[in-house]
């Protein structure tokens, strides 16, 4: 079973409000990934890191930003929240690159946010 | 822009049916593609991985092909189970595509005592 946490997993908060989702796993992977998924639809990269003080940003553009100061922690924010923001985060973690042959990918249950 | 595509949106057989899967994507130059099985209101868990030089893997009931020319991949599975009931994702990893693995919607699937 795979040892990626993810908090808070439901949340509803106002427009405007400041918002980090919490992510930490203690598997000692070096790569991480936040992923946004709206029910019945594909997953989308948004943010990714290869370590320590590394972030990239995925292929969805998203007005969300990450930081990296630890290994197993990797925590999403979003400034000021707006009902488009209303969506599922899943966070990922991996030990080596996904290119990589015989790497697994593992995923926390996603926190689901909801913005009134 | 690579593109993934899940035929059937959903699927509702009989327990201890085999059924298939299918996945198909646009840029055939990917490194790899993967399935995972989502169930509801949790993250995904990872089934199978095939390389690109690959063109099957196997793990227990499962069975996945991979036809990169084609851009075509199935999941096998043999003697579904209740248990087997979940959202099956198929992801690709496009060359130079970096950490980007790019998903397809999904198969919702029902296996039925």
């Known amino acids: 079973e795979a040892d990626i946490y993810q908090t808070p997993r439901y949340l509803v908060i106002g427009t405007g409000k400041k918002i980090t989702l919490e992510c930490s796993q203690t598997m000692g992977h070096d790569k991480m990934y936040w992923y946004q998924q709206d029910p019945g639809m594909e997953l989308h990269l948004i943010h990714y890191?290869?370590?320590?003080?590394?972030?990239e940003k995925g292929d969805l553009s998203s007005e969300s930003t990450v930081s990296r100061i630890r290994t197993e922690h990797f925590p999403l924010t979003l400034e000021s929240a707006r009902p488009s923001h209303t969506s599922q985060y899943l966070c990922?973690?991996?030990?080596?690159?996904?290119?990589?042959?015989?790497?697994?990918?593992?995923f926390g249950e996603g926190s689901w946010l909801t913005v009134v | 822009k690579q593109e993934v595509t899940q035929i059937p949106a959903a699927l509702s057989v009989p327990e201890g049916e085999n059924l298939v899967l299918n996945c198909s994507f646009t840029d055939s130059a990917i490194y790899n593609l993967q399935w995972f099985r989502q169930d509801p209101g949790k993250g995904l868990t990872s089934l199978l991985l095939?390389?690109?030089?690959?063109r099957e893997q196997t793990s227990g009931r499962l069975n996945a092909s991979l036809d990169k020319s084609s851009g075509r991949s199935t999941l096998y599975i043999a003697a579904s189970q209740p248990g087997d009931s979940a959202t099956y994702l198929c992801a690709v990893l496009t060359q130079g595509g970096s950490e980007k693995l790019v998903f397809g919607k999904g198969t919702k699937l029902t296996v039925n005592p």
């Open positions: 095939i390389q690109s030089s690959q």
């Open positions: 990922a973690s991996s030990l080596q690159g996904i290119g990589v042959s015989g790497n697994t990918i593992y």
């Open positions: 890191s290869y370590g320590v003080n590394s972030t």
